[in-house]
């Protein structure tokens, strides 16, 4: 609590005191704040500890400037984001919580895998069952997390495959589409049909507990590492790429795939 205050504090001193800090508005803020949210996201996936706390502690600052910002303008201060969030976890968690937030009694709790499937069943009773399921997906979330939280949110409340086996079908027949658009004079019709088909392997590794983000993170990360070695060892023999034949750049890649790259 005595580290919580001293960011406020130091929050007031930055909007009254800087410049730079003044002039800012929440719209300014926002870029920034998406961009440590991504480092975060690969501070927790390098593990390291002391990169991850710092992380964190960024993305307070970013909090507490919001807060300040609506503070200043009469729409809502700190003290009202908390007490928004501690209530709507109250009301999320009824087995762990009475409604007034004291604390339900011992005894036999669901499972993780029970209140997972009924969270957004949960989730849909807040404001009087009045938020839709989707609703509270951003238009401006990444398209391949977009589509992870629009198949996690639709399992929570029942609706995925009764065994996991079964959504190969379903690549193969969007494959077969995506395929068959590819033939017609119709850009529209293809862009539909390779969504659907990504949609689809997005949702097999969802099912199969591989993160699509992390999956295609590593393949980009692969592909960076091979064509870099096809670059280096074509322009350090005075050999430019547009003067290969694909065969010799299959080889070449096919050198950097043996030294495991």
Not at 117 to 129: C, H, I, M, P, S
Not at 195 to 218: K, T
Request: charged content about 30%; proline content about 4%.
């Amino acid at each position: 609590m005595e580290a919580f205050g001293r960011l406020l504090d130091i929050m007031d001193s930055l909007r009254e005191r800087c410049p730079w800090n003044a002039a800012q508005t929440m719209e300014t803020i926002r870029p920034m704040t998406e961009e440590e949210v991504y480092e975060l996201s690969d501070a927790i996936a390098g593990g390291d500890g002391a990169k991850i706390a710092g992380e964190i502690g960024d993305l307070l600052y970013h909090m507490a400037f919001y807060a300040r910002i609506g503070q200043e303008n009469g729409s809502f201060d700190i003290a009202d984001c908390i007490e928004k969030v501690c209530d709507k976890m109250i009301f999320r968690h009824p087995h762990v919580f009475r409604p007034d937030g004291s604390p339900v009694p011992e005894g036999e709790a669901p499972s993780a895998k029970e209140i997972a499937d009924t969270w957004e069943l949960v989730k849909a009773r807040e404001k009087n069952g009045n938020k839709t399921v989707m609703s509270g997906i951003p238009d401006a979330m990444p398209s391949v997390l977009k589509a992870l939280s629009m198949q996690e949110k639709a399992r929570g409340c029942g609706f995925d495959w009764e065994q996991r086996e079964d959504v190969w079908g379903k690549i193969h027949e969007e494959l077969a589409e995506a395929r068959e658009a590819c033939t017609e004079d119709s850009p529209e019709h293809m862009k539909e049909e390779f969504g659907d088909l990504m949609f689809a392997v997005i949702n097999a590794s969802r099912l199969y507990d591989v993160d699509p983000e992390a999956a295609l993170s590593g393949a980009c990360s692969k592909f960076r590492r091979r064509f870099t070695y096809l670059e280096e060892n074509t322009l350090r023999k005075g050999v430019k790429l547009t003067d290969l034949t694909l065969a010799q750049m299959d080889r070449i890649w096919d050198e950097a795939k043996a030294k495991g790259l």
